[in-house]
T-cell receptor, first 111, second 115 residues
Framework: ELKVEQNPLFLSMQEGKNYTIYCNYS?????LYWYRQDPGKSLESLFV?????AVKQEGRLMASLDTKARLSTLHITAAVHDLSATYFC???????????FGKGTSLLVTP | DTGVSQDPRHKITKRGQNVTFRCDPI?????LYWYRQTLGQGPEFLTY????????KSRLLSDRFSAERPKGSFSTLEIQRTEQGDSAMYLC?????????????FGQGTRLTVV
């Protein structure tokens, strides 16, 4: 059974600080997806990482993928309050059909 | 409309009643998914359609749940004899396949409350 594990599950950080969210998965998938969810809202696609060594950046967020280690990271630089949300990583199942999600990292950025 | 649309947005029902939800995917997407999400958890995969064929179902999908996608366009998810444990957000997503999977786009969800 495919496992997608994120850590930490909860993160409270001060504005201006840096931090990294980790996503480990158990298959040999070579692509990984990051999503953001605001409270009471649906999921918004942030990044699609397509191959080993892929790195994508958008504003204060940067995502990377190491398929050999089966690890993706989401790095937050100089956090601001607007980044407060829950972040999910997701991986395709072996069949290529299901998209399996981690439990999410709930991020709170405080002044 | 370029997004995934779900209807209704909210549903309150009494235990034991049947409910049906509708999802209209992005028009050119042939892959459609249903997920269930409870508070503080990630989306849990329920079922997957490729065009009109239901190709994968989760063990979470008990026999009280049924999903259809006639003609490969919109999809419906029906829950029969609802239980309080069915209370959750039900999310629909669609994606295209261009040789490889692309990202999935999610609808706003249907929040079900069983009382």
């Amino acid at each position: 059974e495919l496992k997608v594990e994120q850590n930490p599950l909860f993160l409270s950080m001060q504005e201006g600080k840096n931090y990294t969210i980790y996503c480990n998965y158990s298959t040999t998938s070579d692509r990984l997806y990051w999503y953001r969810q605001d409270p009471g809202k649906s999921l918004e696609s942030l990044f699609v990482l397509l191959s080993n060594g892929a790195v994508k950046q958008e504003g204060r967020l940067m995502a990377s993928l190491d398929t050999k280690a089966r690890l993706s990271t989401l790095h937050i630089t100089a956090a601001v309050h607007d980044l407060s949300a829950t972040y999910f990583c997701a991986v395709d199942s072996v069949s290529g059909y299901a998209l399996n999600f981690g439990k999410g990292t709930s991020l709170l950025v405080t002044p | 409309d370029t997004g995934v649309s779900q209807d209704p947005r909210h549903k309150i029902t009494k235990r034991g009643q049947n409910v049906t939800f509708r999802c209209d995917p992005i028009s050119e997407h042939n892959r459609l998914y249903w997920y269930r999400q409870t508070l503080g958890q990630g989306p849990e995969f329920l079922t997957y359609f490729q065009n009109e064929a239901q190709l994968e179902k989760s063990r979470l999908l008990s026999d009280r749940f049924s999903a259809e996608r006639p003609k490969g366009s919109f999809s419906t998810l029906e829950i029969q004899r609802t239980e309080q444990g069915d209370s959750a957000m039900y999310l629909c997503a669609s994606r295209s396949f261009k040789g490889v999977n692309t990202e999935a786009f999610f609808g706003q969800g249907t929040r079900l409350t069983v009382v």
